[in-house]
């Protein structure tokens, strides 16, 4: 069975801080790994994934198959990151999501 | 576009009863998902809808079920209500064969059973 671990729930920054939201799955082939955003009163949507190796809004997503993660990291916090980050783990149409971490970025 | 909408936005229903879902993807997309979110988890798979079919499941019980119609939108059925079904039910679309499926979320139903 495939599972995602978000061990974090709340994740407190300061402005301009790094921040690393981390994202542990366990599945035994080849993973297809997102990352979706929640900003407070809109939808879920899709923040990145990780076969396009972009940089979406100054965060990257690096798979780590030996590890088993998908931590995803941006330098630098900005007020408008505050969010709730959702890592995904999709196969065969079916998509598993982890438990979410929410990302305060403090002024 | 409107992007996916979903009907009702708030329902209330008892225990034993059942309720139906109502969900339009995103214009251009043939594929609908359907995802039951409890309060501080992650959204959690029930099933997906493809050519009218249901194509993919996860871990629910028969009481919930679905509909895709021929102009792609879809129906959640949850019978028996329980308790524990209280949840945001959220709906995504997606174009199947395009680029990873990116799925578009609506904005949830958001079922309450007494």
């Known amino acids: 069975a495939q599972r995602v671990t978000q061990p974090e729930k709340l994740l407190s920054v300061f402005k301009g801080a790094p921040v690393e939201l981390k994202c542990n799955y366990s599945?035994?082939?080849?993973?297809?790994l997102f990352w979706y955003v929640q900003y407070s009163r809109q939808r879920l949507q899709l923040l990145l994934r990780?076969?396009s190796r972009e940089s979406i809004k100054g965060f990257t997503a690096d798979l780590n198959k030996g590890e088993t993660s998908f931590h995803l990291k941006k330098p630098f916090a900005q007020e408008e990151d505050s969010a709730m980050y959702y890592c995904?783990?999709?196969?065969?149409?079916?998509?598993?999501f982890g438990t979410g971490t929410k990302l305060q970025v403090i002024p | 576009d409107a992007g996916v909408t979903q009907s009702p936005t708030h329902l209330i229903k008892t225990r034993g009863q059942q309720v139906t879902l109502r969900c339009s993807p995103k214009?251009?997309?043939?594929?609908v998902s359907w995802y039951q979110q409890a309060l501080g988890q992650g959204p959690q798979f029930i099933f997906q809808?493809?050519?009218?079919?249901?194509?993919q499941r996860g871990n629910f019980p028969d009481r919930f079920s679905g509909h895709q119609f021929p102009n792609y939108s879809s129906e959640l059925n949850v019978n028996a209500l329980l308790l524990g079904d209280s949840a945001l039910y959220l709906c995504?679309?997606?174009?199947?064969?395009?680029?990873?499926?990116?799925?578009?979320f609506g904005p949830g139903t958001r079922l309450t059973v007494l």
């Open positions: 990780h076969i």
């Open positions: 599945y035994s082939g080849s993973p297809e």
């Open positions: 809808y493809y050519e009218e079919e249901e194509r």
């Open positions: 995504a679309s997606s174009l199947d064969g395009r680029f990873y499926n990116e799925q578009f």
């Open positions: 995904a783990l999709m196969r065969y149409q079916k998509v598993t």
């Open positions: 214009s251009g997309h043939d594929t």
